[in-house]
Protein backbone atom coordinates (compact mmCIF):
# COMPACT_ATOMS: atom_id res chain seq x y z
CA UNK A 1 0.00 0.00 0.00
CA UNK A 2 1.32 3.79 -0.98
CA UNK A 3 2.18 5.54 1.73
CA UNK A 4 -0.28 8.33 2.78
CA UNK A 5 -0.88 11.90 2.08
CA UNK A 6 -0.20 13.66 5.38
CA UNK A 7 -2.63 16.62 5.97
CA UNK A 8 0.10 19.12 5.88
CA UNK A 9 1.37 17.95 2.12
CA UNK A 10 -2.14 18.08 1.06
CA UNK A 11 -2.43 21.67 1.91
CA UNK A 12 0.81 22.78 0.27
CA UNK A 13 0.04 21.11 -2.82
CA UNK A 14 -3.14 23.19 -2.86
CA UNK A 15 -1.22 26.26 -2.02
CA UNK A 16 1.60 25.43 -4.70
CA UNK A 17 -0.91 25.18 -6.94
CA UNK A 18 -2.64 28.21 -6.16
CA UNK A 19 0.85 30.17 -6.28
CA UNK A 20 2.21 29.04 -9.72
CA UNK A 21 -1.49 29.75 -11.03
CA UNK A 22 -1.07 33.24 -9.37
CA UNK A 23 2.45 33.63 -11.04
CA UNK A 24 3.37 31.46 -13.50
CA UNK A 25 7.30 32.06 -14.05
CA UNK A 26 7.96 32.02 -10.55
CA UNK A 27 8.38 28.87 -8.27
CA UNK A 28 7.51 29.64 -4.65
CA UNK A 29 7.55 28.07 -1.29
CA UNK A 30 4.18 28.42 0.98
CA UNK A 31 6.27 27.34 3.55
CA UNK A 32 3.79 25.83 5.99
CA UNK A 33 4.11 25.33 9.36
CA UNK A 34 1.30 24.27 12.74
CA UNK A 35 0.33 27.74 13.77
CA UNK A 36 -1.29 28.91 17.24
CA UNK A 37 -3.77 31.19 15.48
CA UNK A 38 -5.16 28.45 12.75
CA UNK A 39 -4.47 24.92 11.84
CA UNK A 40 -1.84 26.05 9.53
CA UNK A 41 0.24 29.17 8.35
CA UNK A 42 1.97 30.06 5.63
CA UNK A 43 4.50 32.42 5.43
CA UNK A 44 6.00 31.96 1.71
CA UNK A 45 4.06 34.93 0.09
CA UNK A 46 6.36 37.72 2.18
CA UNK A 47 9.69 36.22 0.17
CA UNK A 48 7.86 35.88 -3.19
CA UNK A 49 6.41 39.49 -3.03
CA UNK A 50 9.76 40.75 -2.37
CA UNK A 51 11.13 38.83 -5.19
CA UNK A 52 8.44 39.88 -7.77
CA UNK A 53 8.51 43.32 -5.80
CA UNK A 54 4.39 43.11 -5.19
CA UNK A 55 2.78 44.08 -2.06
CA UNK A 56 2.63 41.26 -0.08
CA UNK A 57 -1.12 41.67 1.23
CA UNK A 58 -2.38 42.03 -2.10
CA UNK A 59 -0.28 39.08 -3.27
CA UNK A 60 -1.32 36.97 -0.90
CA UNK A 61 -5.30 37.98 -1.48
CA UNK A 62 -4.55 36.95 -5.53
CA UNK A 63 -3.11 33.35 -4.22
CA UNK A 64 -6.47 32.95 -1.94
CA UNK A 65 -8.64 33.51 -4.58
CA UNK A 66 -7.35 30.64 -6.52
CA UNK A 67 -7.73 28.19 -3.39
CA UNK A 68 -10.53 25.72 -3.22
CA UNK A 69 -12.60 25.28 0.29
CA UNK A 70 -14.92 23.20 1.15
CA UNK A 71 -13.09 19.39 1.37
CA UNK A 72 -9.54 19.99 2.82
CA UNK A 73 -9.47 23.42 3.66
CA UNK A 74 -12.55 24.72 5.45
CA UNK A 75 -11.17 28.15 5.82
CA UNK A 76 -8.31 30.57 4.29
CA UNK A 77 -7.66 34.11 5.61
CA UNK A 78 -5.24 36.67 4.85
CA UNK A 79 -3.06 37.91 7.94
CA UNK A 80 -0.93 40.76 9.01
CA UNK A 81 1.50 41.53 6.05
CA UNK A 82 0.41 38.70 4.00
CA UNK A 83 0.43 35.31 6.03
CA UNK A 84 -2.25 32.88 5.17
CA UNK A 85 -3.98 30.88 8.32
CA UNK A 86 -5.50 27.81 7.29
CA UNK A 87 -8.14 25.74 9.02
CA UNK A 88 -8.79 22.50 7.83
CA UNK A 89 -12.46 20.48 7.66
CA UNK A 90 -13.14 18.03 10.85
CA UNK A 91 -13.96 15.59 7.55
CA UNK A 92 -10.72 15.94 6.28
CA UNK A 93 -8.42 15.61 9.45
CA UNK A 94 -10.58 12.15 10.50
CA UNK A 95 -10.49 10.52 6.72
CA UNK A 96 -6.80 11.41 6.46
CA UNK A 97 -6.10 9.37 9.91
CA UNK A 98 -8.60 6.48 8.53
CA UNK A 99 -6.53 6.01 5.53
CA UNK A 100 -3.37 6.12 8.06
CA UNK A 101 -5.17 3.50 10.55
CA UNK A 102 -6.39 1.29 7.31
CA UNK A 103 -2.54 0.71 6.41
CA UNK A 104 -1.76 -2.79 6.88
CA UNK A 105 2.23 -1.98 6.88
CA UNK A 106 1.15 -0.72 10.17
CA UNK A 107 4.11 2.49 8.89
CA UNK A 108 1.32 5.04 10.14
CA UNK A 109 2.10 6.83 6.86
CA UNK A 110 5.72 7.00 6.92
CA UNK A 111 7.33 6.62 3.41
CA UNK A 112 10.19 4.36 2.51
CA UNK A 113 13.19 6.11 1.35
CA UNK A 114 13.10 6.15 -2.61
CA UNK A 115 16.62 6.27 -3.13
CA UNK A 116 18.00 4.49 -0.20
CA UNK A 117 21.66 4.21 0.58
CA UNK A 118 24.04 2.23 2.29
CA UNK A 119 24.81 3.89 6.30
CA UNK A 120 27.61 2.42 8.26
CA UNK A 121 26.87 3.23 12.12
CA UNK A 122 29.51 2.84 14.42
CA UNK A 123 28.67 2.62 17.84
CA UNK A 124 28.39 1.13 21.01
CA UNK A 125 32.35 0.61 21.15
CA UNK A 126 33.68 -0.68 24.51
CA UNK A 127 37.28 -1.75 25.55
CA UNK A 128 37.96 -5.20 26.51
CA UNK A 129 39.27 -6.44 29.41
CA UNK A 130 37.64 -2.98 30.66
CA UNK A 131 34.45 -2.57 32.43
CA UNK A 132 31.85 -0.79 30.93
CA UNK A 133 31.37 2.73 32.60
CA UNK A 134 28.47 5.36 32.31
CA UNK A 135 31.14 7.04 29.04
CA UNK A 136 29.71 4.37 27.28
CA UNK A 137 25.85 4.64 27.42
CA UNK A 138 24.92 7.43 25.37
CA UNK A 139 27.08 6.35 22.13
CA UNK A 140 24.85 2.85 22.26
CA UNK A 141 21.90 4.71 23.39
CA UNK A 142 22.03 7.44 20.45
CA UNK A 143 23.22 4.77 17.99
CA UNK A 144 21.00 2.14 18.56
CA UNK A 145 17.99 5.19 17.62
CA UNK A 146 19.77 6.02 14.80
CA UNK A 147 19.79 2.28 13.50
CA UNK A 148 16.02 1.71 14.39
CA UNK A 149 14.87 5.18 12.80
CA UNK A 150 17.03 4.75 9.18
CA UNK A 151 16.12 1.10 8.64
CA UNK A 152 12.40 2.34 9.63
CA UNK A 153 13.08 5.18 6.90
CA UNK A 154 13.91 2.27 4.39
CA UNK A 155 18.01 2.86 4.51
CA UNK A 156 20.32 -0.16 4.16
CA UNK A 157 21.91 0.01 7.68
CA UNK A 158 25.34 -1.62 8.67
CA UNK A 159 26.10 -1.80 12.67
CA UNK A 160 29.86 -1.85 13.62
CA UNK A 161 31.17 -2.00 16.98
CA UNK A 162 34.54 -0.99 16.81
CA UNK A 163 35.71 -1.92 20.29
CA UNK A 164 38.95 -1.89 21.92
CA UNK A 165 40.97 -5.24 21.37
CA UNK A 166 44.08 -4.32 20.41
CA UNK A 167 47.26 -2.44 21.73
CA UNK A 168 50.12 -2.85 24.25
CA UNK A 169 48.06 -3.28 27.26
CA UNK A 170 47.13 -7.05 25.81
CA UNK A 171 50.86 -7.88 26.35
CA UNK A 172 51.41 -7.50 29.79
CA UNK A 173 47.68 -9.24 30.49
CA UNK A 174 48.67 -12.53 27.93
CA UNK A 175 51.99 -13.20 29.14
CA UNK A 176 50.16 -13.08 33.04
CA UNK A 177 47.64 -15.65 32.23
CA UNK A 178 49.88 -17.54 30.60
CA UNK A 179 51.74 -17.70 33.67
CA UNK A 180 49.07 -17.90 35.68
CA UNK A 181 46.16 -20.17 33.19
CA UNK A 182 43.64 -20.71 36.26
CA UNK A 183 42.87 -16.41 36.14
CA UNK A 184 39.95 -16.88 33.98
CA UNK A 185 38.53 -19.85 35.13
CA UNK A 186 34.70 -20.16 35.82
CA UNK A 187 33.15 -21.99 38.60
CA UNK A 188 29.86 -22.33 37.06
CA UNK A 189 29.79 -23.49 33.48
CA UNK A 190 27.69 -20.80 32.31
CA UNK A 191 29.68 -18.10 33.00
CA UNK A 192 27.27 -14.56 33.94
CA UNK A 193 28.59 -11.11 32.41
CA UNK A 194 29.14 -10.08 36.63
CA UNK A 195 31.45 -13.63 36.92
CA UNK A 196 32.98 -12.38 33.42
CA UNK A 197 33.95 -8.88 34.35
CA UNK A 198 34.93 -9.61 37.84
CA UNK A 199 37.59 -12.28 36.53
CA UNK A 200 38.89 -9.89 33.92
CA UNK A 201 39.65 -6.62 36.94
CA UNK A 202 41.17 -9.16 39.06
CA UNK A 203 43.60 -10.39 36.70
CA UNK A 204 43.82 -7.09 35.61
CA UNK A 205 44.85 -6.09 38.95
CA UNK A 206 47.32 -8.31 39.11
CA UNK A 207 48.88 -7.87 35.76
CA UNK A 208 49.07 -4.29 36.14
CA UNK A 209 51.19 -4.70 39.73
CA UNK A 210 53.29 -7.71 38.55
CA UNK A 211 54.31 -5.21 35.30
CA UNK A 212 55.02 -1.83 37.50
CA UNK A 213 56.86 -3.79 40.15
CA UNK A 214 59.08 -6.64 38.14
CA UNK A 215 61.12 -5.56 35.37
CA UNK A 216 61.86 -9.10 34.29
CA UNK A 217 57.93 -9.59 33.62
CA UNK A 218 57.94 -6.05 32.30
CA UNK A 219 60.36 -7.49 29.38
CA UNK A 220 58.39 -10.57 29.02
CA UNK A 221 54.90 -8.96 28.51
CA UNK A 222 56.84 -6.40 25.89
CA UNK A 223 58.25 -9.08 23.98
CA UNK A 224 54.74 -11.12 23.60
CA UNK A 225 53.44 -7.37 22.26
CA UNK A 226 55.88 -8.24 19.31
CA UNK A 227 54.32 -11.83 19.10
CA UNK A 228 51.19 -10.66 19.53
CA UNK A 229 51.65 -8.23 16.37
CA UNK A 230 53.68 -11.16 14.37
CA UNK A 231 50.09 -13.52 15.00
CA UNK A 232 52.10 -16.30 17.35
CA UNK A 233 49.61 -18.81 17.64
CA UNK A 234 49.86 -19.33 21.05
CA UNK A 235 49.72 -15.83 21.94
CA UNK A 236 46.63 -15.47 19.61
CA UNK A 237 44.65 -17.90 21.40
CA UNK A 238 45.56 -16.42 24.78
CA UNK A 239 44.27 -12.91 23.47
CA UNK A 240 41.21 -14.76 21.67
CA UNK A 241 40.28 -15.86 25.37
CA UNK A 242 40.23 -11.93 27.19
CA UNK A 243 37.96 -10.99 23.62
CA UNK A 244 35.43 -14.21 24.08
CA UNK A 245 35.74 -13.16 28.16
CA UNK A 246 34.85 -9.52 27.45
CA UNK A 247 32.02 -10.47 25.01
CA UNK A 248 29.95 -12.32 27.56
CA UNK A 249 30.29 -9.30 29.54
CA UNK A 250 29.58 -7.31 27.30
CA UNK A 251 26.55 -8.76 25.63
CA UNK A 252 25.54 -8.93 29.80
CA UNK A 253 25.08 -5.45 30.18
CA UNK A 254 23.95 -4.56 26.17
CA UNK A 255 20.94 -6.60 27.20
CA UNK A 256 20.05 -5.36 30.24
CA UNK A 257 20.18 -2.12 28.54
CA UNK A 258 18.00 -3.72 25.92
CA UNK A 259 19.93 -3.17 23.23
CA UNK A 260 20.27 -6.07 20.44
CA UNK A 261 24.20 -6.23 19.78
CA UNK A 262 25.62 -9.04 17.56
CA UNK A 263 28.35 -10.74 17.46
CA UNK A 264 29.14 -10.47 13.58
CA UNK A 265 28.54 -6.48 13.65
CA UNK A 266 31.97 -6.28 16.39
CA UNK A 267 34.05 -5.72 13.96
CA UNK A 268 37.31 -4.29 15.92
CA UNK A 269 40.42 -2.60 16.06
CA UNK A 270 42.16 -6.03 15.32
CA UNK A 271 40.04 -6.64 12.30
CA UNK A 272 41.44 -4.09 10.22
CA UNK A 273 45.60 -5.21 10.96
CA UNK A 274 45.97 -6.52 8.03
CA UNK A 275 45.18 -3.46 5.94
CA UNK A 276 47.46 -1.26 8.44
CA UNK A 277 51.03 -1.70 6.43
CA UNK A 278 48.78 -1.16 2.93
CA UNK A 279 46.69 2.22 3.77
CA UNK A 280 50.65 3.44 5.04
CA UNK A 281 51.93 2.58 1.98
CA UNK A 282 48.80 4.43 0.02
CA UNK A 283 49.06 7.50 1.66
CA UNK A 284 52.88 7.83 1.52
CA UNK A 285 52.90 6.75 -2.54
CA UNK A 286 50.17 9.55 -3.08
CA UNK A 287 51.59 12.15 -0.96
CA UNK A 288 49.29 12.51 1.23
CA UNK A 289 51.57 11.43 3.95
CA UNK A 290 54.96 12.50 4.05
CA UNK A 291 57.80 10.82 6.54
CA UNK A 292 58.77 13.33 9.53
CA UNK A 293 61.41 12.49 12.43
CA UNK A 294 60.83 8.71 11.40
CA UNK A 295 56.69 8.82 11.66
CA UNK A 296 54.49 9.05 8.64
CA UNK A 297 52.21 12.25 9.11
CA UNK A 298 49.71 14.24 7.44
CA UNK A 299 50.23 17.87 7.83
CA UNK A 300 47.07 21.01 8.11
CA UNK A 301 47.30 24.31 7.60
CA UNK A 302 44.71 25.34 9.58
CA UNK A 303 45.68 22.62 12.38
CA UNK A 304 48.07 24.34 14.91
CA UNK A 305 49.41 23.26 18.36
CA UNK A 306 49.57 26.35 21.58
CA UNK A 307 53.01 26.93 19.74
CA UNK A 308 52.19 27.79 16.42
CA UNK A 309 53.18 24.87 15.10
CA UNK A 310 51.54 22.15 12.61
CA UNK A 311 49.77 19.28 14.36
CA UNK A 312 50.10 16.10 12.46
CA UNK A 313 48.07 13.02 12.20
CA UNK A 314 50.41 10.33 13.05
CA UNK A 315 49.55 7.39 10.91
CA UNK A 316 52.36 5.12 11.60
CA UNK A 317 54.77 5.92 14.62
CA UNK A 318 58.65 6.28 14.26
CA UNK A 319 59.29 3.09 15.91
CA UNK A 320 57.32 1.20 13.43
CA UNK A 321 53.89 0.93 15.65
CA UNK A 322 50.65 1.95 13.66
CA UNK A 323 48.31 4.42 15.68
CA UNK A 324 44.83 4.95 16.18
CA UNK A 325 44.75 6.92 13.15
CA UNK A 326 45.94 4.14 10.94
CA UNK A 327 43.18 1.63 12.22
CA UNK A 328 40.37 4.16 11.27
CA UNK A 329 41.55 4.94 7.93
CA UNK A 330 41.84 1.58 7.37
CA UNK A 331 37.84 1.26 8.68
CA UNK A 332 37.06 3.63 6.33
CA UNK A 333 38.35 1.82 3.30
CA UNK A 334 36.79 -1.12 3.98
CA UNK A 335 33.34 0.64 4.82
CA UNK A 336 33.47 2.23 1.88
CA UNK A 337 35.16 -0.23 -1.15
CA UNK A 338 33.82 -3.72 0.75
CA UNK A 339 30.97 -2.85 2.34
CA UNK A 340 29.87 -0.20 -0.36
CA UNK A 341 28.89 2.67 2.23
CA UNK A 342 27.44 5.80 1.08
CA UNK A 343 27.78 7.52 4.21
CA UNK A 344 30.27 6.49 7.34
CA UNK A 345 28.43 7.96 10.95
CA UNK A 346 30.45 7.49 13.84
CA UNK A 347 28.84 7.93 17.21
CA UNK A 348 31.34 9.22 19.13
CA UNK A 349 32.40 11.44 22.40
CA UNK A 350 32.69 15.21 21.38
CA UNK A 351 35.87 15.26 22.81
CA UNK A 352 37.03 13.35 19.67
CA UNK A 353 36.29 15.57 17.15
CA UNK A 354 39.88 16.47 16.19
CA UNK A 355 40.78 13.24 15.56
CA UNK A 356 37.88 12.56 12.96
CA UNK A 357 38.09 15.64 11.60
CA UNK A 358 41.77 15.16 10.53
CA UNK A 359 40.93 11.52 9.95
CA UNK A 360 38.06 12.30 7.40
CA UNK A 361 40.04 15.13 5.34
CA UNK A 362 42.80 12.60 5.27
CA UNK A 363 40.57 9.75 3.93
CA UNK A 364 39.40 13.20 1.36
CA UNK A 365 42.81 13.78 -0.16
CA UNK A 366 43.83 9.77 -0.34
CA UNK A 367 40.27 10.06 -2.72
CA UNK A 368 38.53 7.54 0.14
CA UNK A 369 35.94 9.66 0.57
CA UNK A 370 34.27 12.00 -1.90
CA UNK A 371 31.17 13.44 -3.45
CA UNK A 372 28.96 10.15 -3.64
CA UNK A 373 30.43 9.20 0.05
CA UNK A 374 29.96 11.28 3.06
CA UNK A 375 31.46 11.00 6.85
CA UNK A 376 30.55 12.60 9.57
CA UNK A 377 31.11 12.31 13.36
CA UNK A 378 28.11 12.67 15.29
CA UNK A 379 30.12 13.96 18.33
CA UNK A 380 27.74 14.02 21.90
CA UNK A 381 28.21 15.76 24.71
CA UNK A 382 29.17 14.74 28.65
CA UNK A 383 26.64 12.80 31.34
CA UNK A 384 26.47 15.30 34.26
CA UNK A 385 25.68 14.46 38.11
CA UNK A 386 23.20 16.75 39.40
CA UNK A 387 25.74 19.05 40.59
CA UNK A 388 26.35 19.77 36.94
CA UNK A 389 29.67 18.06 37.14
CA UNK A 390 31.34 14.83 35.47
CA UNK A 391 29.05 12.10 36.57
CA UNK A 392 31.58 10.68 39.25
CA UNK A 393 30.69 7.93 42.26
CA UNK A 394 30.99 9.87 45.79
CA UNK A 395 34.28 8.31 45.76
CA UNK A 396 35.73 9.93 42.47
CA UNK A 397 35.58 7.55 40.45
CA UNK A 398 33.60 6.87 37.05
CA UNK A 399 30.43 5.04 37.28
CA UNK A 400 30.11 1.66 36.53
CA UNK A 401 27.33 1.11 33.75
CA UNK A 402 25.66 -2.05 34.69
CA UNK A 403 25.60 -0.06 38.29
CA UNK A 404 23.81 3.22 36.98
CA UNK A 405 21.16 0.24 35.14
CA UNK A 406 20.51 -1.57 38.04
CA UNK A 407 19.53 1.90 39.90
CA UNK A 408 17.62 2.59 37.42
CA UNK A 409 15.63 -0.29 37.61
CA UNK A 410 15.03 -0.31 41.41
CA UNK A 411 13.63 3.57 41.34
CA UNK A 412 11.59 2.51 38.79
CA UNK A 413 10.59 -1.00 40.42
CA UNK A 414 9.36 1.40 43.35
CA UNK A 415 7.73 3.66 41.26
CA UNK A 416 5.44 0.58 39.47
CA UNK A 417 4.85 -1.44 43.05
CA UNK A 418 3.57 1.75 44.20
CA UNK A 419 0.95 2.08 41.19
CA UNK A 420 0.72 -1.34 40.88
CA UNK A 421 -2.88 -2.50 41.31
CA UNK A 422 -3.06 -6.11 40.49
CA UNK A 423 0.37 -7.06 39.17
CA UNK A 424 2.72 -10.24 40.58
CA UNK A 425 6.22 -9.21 41.55
CA UNK A 426 7.10 -11.26 38.48
CA UNK A 427 5.07 -8.33 36.36
CA UNK A 428 6.52 -5.99 38.94
CA UNK A 429 10.14 -6.65 37.93
CA UNK A 430 8.63 -7.12 33.94
CA UNK A 431 7.35 -3.72 34.46
CA UNK A 432 10.59 -2.44 36.53
CA UNK A 433 12.63 -3.30 33.88
CA UNK A 434 11.21 -1.66 31.16
CA UNK A 435 10.43 1.84 32.80
CA UNK A 436 13.94 2.02 34.31
CA UNK A 437 15.99 1.67 31.21
CA UNK A 438 13.06 3.32 29.03
CA UNK A 439 13.48 6.23 31.66
CA UNK A 440 17.55 6.24 30.91
CA UNK A 441 17.21 5.81 27.57
CA UNK A 442 14.58 8.81 27.26
CA UNK A 443 16.83 11.34 29.26
CA UNK A 444 19.45 11.10 26.91
CA UNK A 445 17.69 10.90 23.61
CA UNK A 446 15.20 13.68 24.34
CA UNK A 447 18.58 15.96 24.42
CA UNK A 448 20.05 16.90 21.31
CA UNK A 449 23.07 14.88 21.12
CA UNK A 450 25.56 17.34 20.34
CA UNK A 451 24.49 19.01 24.72
CA UNK A 452 25.70 17.77 28.02
CA UNK A 453 22.70 16.61 30.45
CA UNK A 454 22.24 15.71 33.82
CA UNK A 455 21.77 12.33 35.12
CA UNK A 456 19.10 12.52 37.89
CA UNK A 457 17.03 9.24 38.05
CA UNK A 458 14.20 10.81 40.62
CA UNK A 459 13.38 12.97 37.50
CA UNK A 460 13.57 10.70 35.19
CA UNK A 461 11.36 7.96 36.83
CA UNK A 462 8.71 10.62 37.52
CA UNK A 463 4.88 10.00 36.16
CA UNK A 464 5.27 13.90 35.60
CA UNK A 465 7.03 15.84 33.01
CA UNK A 466 9.05 15.37 30.16
CA UNK A 467 9.69 11.48 30.64
CA UNK A 468 9.80 8.32 29.57
CA UNK A 469 7.12 7.08 32.05
CA UNK A 470 5.23 9.81 31.09
CA UNK A 471 5.08 8.58 27.80
CA UNK A 472 4.36 5.15 28.75
CA UNK A 473 1.54 5.59 31.06
CA UNK A 474 0.06 7.11 28.03
CA UNK A 475 -0.05 4.36 26.15
CA UNK A 476 -0.73 1.86 28.94
CA UNK A 477 -3.83 4.12 29.72
CA UNK A 478 -5.36 3.97 26.19
CA UNK A 479 -4.66 -0.02 26.40
CA UNK A 480 -7.12 0.23 29.09
CA UNK A 481 -9.36 1.96 27.63
CA UNK A 482 -9.56 -0.30 24.59
CA UNK A 483 -10.16 -3.03 27.24
CA UNK A 484 -13.16 -1.62 29.21
CA UNK A 485 -14.80 -0.26 25.96
CA UNK A 486 -16.71 -3.61 25.60
CA UNK A 487 -18.60 -3.56 22.89
CA UNK A 488 -18.11 -0.15 21.54
CA UNK A 489 -14.76 -0.71 18.91
CA UNK A 490 -12.63 2.18 17.13
CA UNK A 491 -13.99 3.19 14.49
CA UNK A 492 -13.55 7.17 12.43
CA UNK A 493 -16.56 8.77 11.67
CA UNK A 494 -15.53 11.52 9.42
CA UNK A 495 -19.36 13.24 9.69
CA UNK A 496 -18.61 14.37 13.51
CA UNK A 497 -17.87 17.94 14.42
CA UNK A 498 -14.85 17.79 16.42
CA UNK A 499 -13.68 18.97 19.57
CA UNK A 500 -10.57 21.63 19.91
CA UNK A 501 -8.90 18.78 21.63
CA UNK A 502 -9.70 16.16 18.97
CA UNK A 503 -8.50 18.03 16.43
CA UNK A 504 -5.58 19.09 18.56
CA UNK A 505 -4.52 15.32 18.91
CA UNK A 506 -5.28 14.42 15.26
CA UNK A 507 -3.12 16.78 13.93
CA UNK A 508 -0.53 16.14 15.71
CA UNK A 509 -1.01 12.58 14.83
CA UNK A 510 -1.09 13.60 11.12
CA UNK A 511 2.33 14.91 11.87
CA UNK A 512 4.16 11.54 12.75
CA UNK A 513 5.52 11.12 9.28
CA UNK A 514 7.47 13.76 8.07
CA UNK A 515 8.70 14.06 12.26
CA UNK A 516 10.37 10.45 11.46
CA UNK A 517 11.38 11.46 8.06
CA UNK A 518 13.27 14.59 9.12
CA UNK A 519 14.56 13.05 12.52
CA UNK A 520 16.17 10.42 10.94
CA UNK A 521 17.36 12.72 7.81
CA UNK A 522 19.04 14.78 10.64
CA UNK A 523 20.34 12.12 13.01
CA UNK A 524 18.38 13.85 15.58
CA UNK A 525 16.19 11.45 18.07
CA UNK A 526 15.47 14.34 20.39
CA UNK A 527 13.52 15.72 17.64
CA UNK A 528 10.98 12.37 17.59
CA UNK A 529 11.32 12.41 21.47
CA UNK A 530 10.10 16.03 21.46
CA UNK A 531 7.20 15.50 19.13
CA UNK A 532 6.05 12.11 21.26
CA UNK A 533 6.41 14.14 24.43
CA UNK A 534 4.17 16.41 22.90
CA UNK A 535 1.53 13.85 21.53
CA UNK A 536 1.23 12.48 25.00
CA UNK A 537 0.29 15.80 26.60
CA UNK A 538 -1.91 16.45 23.78
CA UNK A 539 -3.37 12.95 24.32
CA UNK A 540 -3.62 13.64 28.37
CA UNK A 541 -5.83 17.26 27.37
CA UNK A 542 -8.33 15.40 24.91
CA UNK A 543 -8.77 12.39 27.80
CA UNK A 544 -10.07 14.94 30.40
CA UNK A 545 -11.83 17.12 27.93
CA UNK A 546 -13.63 14.01 25.91
CA UNK A 547 -15.16 11.32 27.70
CA UNK A 548 -14.97 8.27 25.49
CA UNK A 549 -16.52 5.40 28.13
CA UNK A 550 -17.85 7.40 31.12
CA UNK A 551 -19.98 9.36 31.04
CA UNK A 552 -20.92 7.39 28.22
CA UNK A 553 -21.13 9.70 25.24
CA UNK A 554 -23.30 8.67 22.12
CA UNK A 555 -21.82 5.17 20.13
CA UNK A 556 -20.62 7.20 17.22
CA UNK A 557 -18.64 9.78 19.18
CA UNK A 558 -17.50 7.62 21.46
CA UNK A 559 -16.28 4.83 18.13
CA UNK A 560 -14.41 8.16 16.97
CA UNK A 561 -12.70 9.23 20.15
CA UNK A 562 -12.01 5.23 20.63
CA UNK A 563 -10.58 5.51 16.74
CA UNK A 564 -8.36 8.69 18.13
CA UNK A 565 -7.04 6.99 20.92
CA UNK A 566 -6.01 3.74 19.31
CA UNK A 567 -4.51 5.28 16.84
CA UNK A 568 -2.23 7.30 18.74
CA UNK A 569 -1.31 4.29 20.79
CA UNK A 570 -0.14 3.17 17.76
CA UNK A 571 1.49 6.11 17.48
CA UNK A 572 3.28 5.96 20.86
CA UNK A 573 4.17 2.21 20.61
CA UNK A 574 5.90 3.06 17.27
CA UNK A 575 8.09 6.03 17.55
CA UNK A 576 8.95 4.52 21.06
CA UNK A 577 10.34 1.34 19.55
CA UNK A 578 12.14 3.44 17.15
CA UNK A 579 13.94 5.06 20.10
CA UNK A 580 14.51 1.23 21.59
CA UNK A 581 11.59 2.04 24.69
CA UNK A 582 9.46 -0.68 25.29
CA UNK A 583 5.76 0.56 26.49
CA UNK A 584 4.19 -1.84 28.39
CA UNK A 585 0.14 -2.79 27.97
CA UNK A 586 -0.17 -2.26 31.65
CA UNK A 587 1.18 0.13 34.33
Known sequence: MPSVTSLSDAVEAQLSSALTATLPETVGDPLLRRSDRADFQANGILALAKKEKANPRELATRVVSRVTTGDVIKDIEVSGPGFLNITLTDRA??????????????????????????????????????EMHVGHLRSAVIGDALVQMLEFTGENVVRRHHIGDWGTQFGMLIQYLDEHPHELDHKDAEASGEEAMSNLNRLYKAARQLFD?????????????????????????????????????????????????????IVGESGYNEMLAETCRLLEESGVAVRSEGALCVFFDDIKGPDGNPVPLIVQKSDGGFGYAATDLSAIRDRVFRLKASTLLYVVDARQALHFRMVFE???????????????????????????????????????????????????SAVVREKAKDLSEAEIAERGAQVGIGAVKYADLSTSASRDYKFDLDQMVSLHGDTSVYLQYAYARIRSMLRKAGDVRPAAHPELELHAAERAL?????????????????????????????????????????????????RDIAENRLFLSDLTARTLHTGMTLLGIRTPERL
Open 93 to 130: IIANLAERYADETNRLGVPLAPHPGTTVIDYAQPNVAK
Open 362 to 412: TARRAGWLGDDVTAQQLAFGTVLGKDGKPFKTREGETVRLVDLLDEAIERA
Open 213 to 265: SDEEFKTRARRRVVDLQAGDPHTLATWQRFVDESKIYFFSVFEKLDLEVRDAD
Open 506 to 554: GLHVDAFAATVTEAAAEYAPHRLAAYLYELASLFTTFYDKCPVIKPEPP
